[in-house]
């Protein structure tokens, strides 16, 4: 391996009454691979804001050689300009401009302050394939989901003269092939001696691309490790994120399994804007009482529009269809009818869709049934801090109290609030779709044992993933979609990820609807 292109070296980050980093060391060789794991809060994307200026130079204590010279970063600019780009773990996407124009925001083509919009068009198109994103270049981001969004940051990145490529997380939102194909683009950017940082929770991920592993744990480097020949083994990973050994990721468990507590029949949704598309077409399923059930699929399949058109029709245009809990069809028109019918749904985009980031821990938990908490109107604070308090300890939310601000906690403590939320609700049947996503390995166990007792509680629980690992090991069943379609029902003794793979990749005849005049605005969850 070549000699280092990057050093970080005595790295400390202080925030008022936080230790975030503390003499952290770094060294990524040229033309490397670099990852870099820890549970959330490890510090893990504080110091890559520290390396992309997101963090200016001051803010900080450490140094940081770049290619051999000591850089001091005012800015992310700053960065860019020396050719390291980092895309973030939150995406920062403009929703109303089109694909090009966010590729190339603040790195237009233009000569004399115009921009050539050829250009523009023809450059985007080839970074989309070039990602495997096959999307009309002028096309909204608002109108693609959380993972097609994902990979038009990347194309964004590419768009620069990248020497170092930092990912954070970046296949956190992607399905199982997408994140295979992006790791073959990490893997040819290697080839053309683009060194790569890349940060993940999927240490099969880290095994197949990575040279190298640093393990970073509360702020502080524990090791670094060479990936030889044969691999390296994810044990000494875990231990070393987390302190201990995991010896089982997944909850040991028998289920009590009752009637069919939650049916979806022949459900039927339109695309928002193209109405002569269905995004979900004649889907039927079910979930009985203490199981644990899994959808299945590649993005685009239809199943997240298929959980939020059935939680308040929040997603497309509803043409027909039933929902039926413990037997009787329910009417969920709306997010407050599904909450009443005992539905919850704990969406894929906890910080757009399933928080309110700037608001604390305990007005998030009991937001979806502030009734519980209120006498005429009035929400009893004492009885709110009590009932966040029991959430906090139960489900292990670290933050130093109940009102501390939603959106400063990690991605981890950030899914259990949800999760307390919903819970909170007394549900009878939850949706949880991809609850893990963009989380350390230790706060997945901790929500496995979570959801492996709503099961035990007689809870429906219906698990979206595009982990198949996760639902194999976690549920009682596995669906599988296909556009939009239900194409297998697998029993967890009869799947493997082969088989799961087949049902998610058969084809289907071409959807039609009849054309309508409006399309309604999804509404947020």
Not at 16 to 24: E, I, Y
Not at 499 to 525: D, H
Request: proline share 4%; glycine share 10%; aromatic share 4%.
């Amino acid at each position: 391996m070549a000699g280092p292109v990057l050093e970080m070296r005595s790295i400390t980050k202080t925030f008022p009454g936080v230790k975030a980093l503390s003499d952290v060391e770094l060294s990524v060789a040229a033309g490397e691979i670099h990852a870099i794991c820890g549970e959330n809060g490890a510090g893990k994307s504080t110091l890559m804001k520290v390396l992309s200026g997101v963090y200016p130079h001051g803010s900080y204590e450490g140094e940081i050689l770049f290619e051999g010279e000591p850089c001091r970063f005012k800015d992310i600019r700053a960065s860019e300009q020396r050719g390291i780009v980092i895309i973030h773990q939150e995406l920062a996407l403009v929703p109303y401009l089109s694909i090009a124009e966010n590729i190339f925001l603040g790195n237009e083509h233009a000569t004399r302050g115009i921009i050539s919009w050829h250009r523009t068009l023809t450059h985007a198109a080839a970074l989309l394939k070039r990602v495997g994103l096959h999307e009309n270049p002028q096309t909204r981001i608002a109108d693609i989901g959380v993972g097609k969004q994902q990979l038009v940051e990347i194309a964004k990145a590419l768009a620069k003269e990248v020497k170092l490529l930092i990912l954070d997380e970046p296949t956190a939102a992607l399905n199982d092939e997408d994140s295979r194909k992006l790791l073959d683009l990490m893997l040819e950017l290697k080839a053309q001696g683009i060194s790569c940082i890349i940060i993940s929770h999927k240490l099969n991920e880290i095994a197949r691309v990575a040279d190298s592993v640093t393990v970073l744990r509360d702020g502080r480097t524990i090791e670094t490790i060479p990936v030889g020949a044969d691999g390296i083994a994810e044990d000494r990973i875990i231990r070393g994120m987390v302190g201990r050994d995991l010896e089982h990721r997944y909850p040991e468990r028998t289920p009590a399994i009752g009637e069919v507590a939650f049916a979806v029949e022949d459900w039927t949704v339109q695309h928002p804007i193209d109405h002569h598309r269905n995004v979900v077409d004649g889907a039927s399923l079910t979930v009985r009482a203490g199981e644990i059930v899994g959808i299945a699929g590649l993005m685009g399949a239809g199943r997240t529009e298929l959980a939020m058109s059935v939680f308040g029709r929040s997603y497309g245009r509803y043409t027909g269809g039933r929902v039926l809990v413990h037997g009787r069809e329910v009417s969920t028109r709306t997010v407050p009818q599904a909450i009443g019918h005992g539905i919850a749904y704990v969406t894929e985009d906890r910080k757009h869709l399933g928080l309110n980031l700037i608001d604390d821990i305990s007005r998030n938990i009991t937001l979806s049934a502030l009734g519980k908490v209120a006498r005429r109107g009035w929400v009893n604070r004492h009885e709110e801090t009590k009932v966040a308090e029991a959430y906090r300890a139960s489900m292990n939310i670290k933050a130093p109290s109940v009102f501390a601000e939603t959106g400063k906690l990690s991605g981890g403590n950030q899914q259990k609030v949800v999760l307390s939320k919903w819970i909170f609700a007394g549900p009878e049947v939850l949706i949880l779709d991809e609850p893990t996503r963009g989380i350390d390995i230790g706060a997945k166990a901790e929500i496995y044992q979570v959801i492996a007792d709503l099961a035990a509680q007689g809870k429906a629980v219906l698990v979206i993933s595009s982990e198949l690992p996760e639902l194999l090991g976690l549920c009682d069943r596995i669906y599988t979609m296909a556009e939009g379609r239900i194409t297998g029902e697998v029993a967890r003794a009869d799947a493997d990820q082969e088989s799961l793979m087949r049902l998610m990749t058969v084809s289907a005849a071409p959807q039609t609807a009849a054309p309508q005049t409006a399309a309604p605005r999804p509404e947020q969850v």
